[in-house]
């Protein structure tokens, strides 16, 4: 089983609000990522946790705020967002174990839109 | 600073008309290359990892290559459900842990 769930699907805010993006996965994976991505753009890499700890923030706005309760599970926490937030936020979880399964795999993503 | 690129930045084909398309990386030790499909407002769907020059993978009508700076996706005789953007990414950084995706490649197949 190589499922990523992410919820909600999609998520419509205003520049007022406080949500948060959740992720779920059950294959073990020590490596947890949030991405963003914008319409005909790559995915654009915004935090990754290993084991549970922060290990890579780029340079990500602090509206944004990302928390990994336990190896499952990854949130990203979202609070007085602007219209230019708007996009599919993705989830990603790999091994992390460095046993040569580097691949990671993608939930189906949480299509935001921010008025 | 690592880089990737793909091209073409699309690609229109015929039912059954065989192409490749080219990811060209610039990066300080290649952990792994990777391709994945992504259909629109879907996330990535992976197809394979490369791991060192020469390395070959196949996977139906798809083949990945790679070389020590580019690796390609050849599709034989695709069908119209071939049709997606097509994403390769490199694993780079210190531990491993930063993947940079190139632009993609959209791939339309008309029947």
């Known amino acids: 089983d190589t499922e990523v769930t992410q919820t909600p699907k999609h998520l419509v805010m205003g520049m007022t609000n406080k949500k948060s993006l959740k992720c779920e996965q059950h294959?073990?994976?020590?490596?947890m990522y949030w991405y963003k991505q914008k319409a005909k753009k790559p995915p654009e890499l915004m935090f990754v946790y290993s084991y549970e700890k922060l290990s890579i923030n780029e340079s990500v706005p602090s509206r944004f705020s990302p928390e990994c309760p336990n190896s499952s599970l990854l949130n990203l926490h979202l609070h007085a967002l602007q219209p230019e937030d708007s996009a599919l936020y993705l989830c990603?979880?790999?091994?992390?174990?460095?046993?040569?399964?580097?691949?990671?795999?993608f939930g189906p993503g949480t299509r935001l839109t921010v008025l | 600073e690592d880089q990737v690129t793909q091209s073409p930045e699309a690609l229109r084909l015929q039912e059954g008309e065989s192409s490749s398309l080219n990811c060209s990386y610039t990066?300080?030790?290649?952990?792994?290359l990777f391709w994945y499909r992504q259909d629109p407002g879907k996330g990535p769907e992976f197809l394979f990892t490369l791991y060192s020059a020469g390395e070959e993978k196949e996977k139906e009508r798809l083949k990945a290559t790679l070389t020590k700076k580019e690796s390609f996706l050849h599709i034989t005789a695709p069908k119209p459900e071939d049709s997606a953007t097509y994403l390769c990414a490199v694993q780079a950084g210190n531990y491993g842990q930063n993947f940079v995706f190139g632009p993609g490649t959209r791939l339309s197949v008309l029947p």
């Open positions: 990066v300080s030790g290649l952990r792994g």
């Open positions: 294959m073990g994976h020590r490596a």
């Open positions: 990603a979880s790999r091994q992390g174990r460095g046993n040569g399964h580097n691949e990671q795999f």
